[in-house]
């Protein structure tokens, strides 16, 4: 539970940076999506290393 809660984090906190730049909607969706999938990917590894 805790990765899901720092992927959607993650994602969020990534689109909202990419609006304040300026940034069109769609492109600070994908941004923010592969962020976000950076992040699930990142920990679940990290998690699955250690038992």
Do not use: Q
Not at 6 to 25: E, K, P, Q, V, Y
Not at 28 to 51: E, Q, V
């Amino acid at each position: 539970m805790l990765i899901v809660i720092a992927a959607i984090c993650t994602i969020s906190i990534a689109t909202g940076l990419m609006l304040a730049d300026g940034s069109t909607w769609p492109a600070a969706l994908l941004t923010g999506l592969a962020a976000g999938g950076a992040t699930l990917w990142g920990l679940l590894g990290w998690f699955g290393r250690h038992p």
